[in-house]
């Protein structure tokens, strides 16, 4: 089954890391026959949460809330890659995922964390597990964990170890497993 999954980076830093493994994920995804468009906060320039997309009036709102809400909207499940800043969720995550709501239920997410030291942002990855569930994206019970992200991957996005390809395969499998089921499931209703 060919699937929508959105891949949502959290870092707009001049010299992140993030964006590595946000395009090791998007060639995975499309690797596998899916459309994996990459969610890049550092270009859709979103200010601060001002108006979520369903505050607009219909049609009004910005062009690229407009675009991710249409593509949120044919999403079977989103790939949210996420830094750790101390120990938590990057501002520039929370603030890209709080202009939406509904457009994300009835979905399911996966985590990629990442980060410079050994733990690869884990702990941030707890919180946002928290955070997508109350979005209505649960995420799925594997994370991908990446540390020392910037060894792991080039800045083309290719795993320089080999571990990592292994771990990207058995996460997708899950994630994809959970987006076909709950695009079947879609396909007959939602309860509201
Ligand atoms: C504000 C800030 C806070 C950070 N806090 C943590 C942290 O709590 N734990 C950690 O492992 N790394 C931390 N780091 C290091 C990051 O893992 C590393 O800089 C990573 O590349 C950040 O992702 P980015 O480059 O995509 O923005 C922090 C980095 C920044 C900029």
Redesign the pocket.
């Given at each position: 089954m060919s699937l929508t999954v959105p891949v949502i980076l959290g870092?707009v830093?001049a010299?992140?890391?993030?964006i590595r493994a946000a395009r090791f994920l998007v060639a995975q995804l499309e690797a596998r026959g899916h459309a994996a468009p990459l969610v890049d906060p550092a270009e859709l320039q979103l200010p601060l949460l001002d108006r979520m997309y369903k505050e607009y009036p219909k049609g009004q709102a910005p062009e690229p809330l407009e675009r991710l809400a249409a593509l949120y909207r044919r999403a079977d499940a989103f790939v949210v890659v996420s830094?750790?800043?101390?120990?938590s969720i990057?501002p520039a995550l929370s603030n890209t995922l709080d202009h939406f709501l509904e457009e994300y239920f009835w979905r399911p997410s996966g985590i990629v964390c990442y980060?410079?030291?050994q733990?690869g942002?884990v702990r941030a990855a707890m919180q946002l597990r928290a955070m997508l569930a109350e979005l209505g994206t649960p995420s799925i019970p594997s994370l991908l964990p990446i540390p020392r992200?910037q060894k792991a991957l080039s800045e083309a996005g290719e795993p320089a170890e080999d571990w990592l390809g292994r771990a990207a395969k058995k996460f997708l499998d899950e994630l994809t497993w959970y987006a076909e089921a709950l695009k079947t499931q879609r396909a007959g209703g939602t309860p509201y």
């Open positions: 870092s830093r010299d992140r890391a993030g830094a750790e800043y101390n120990h990057p980060s410079a030291g733990y942002g992200v």
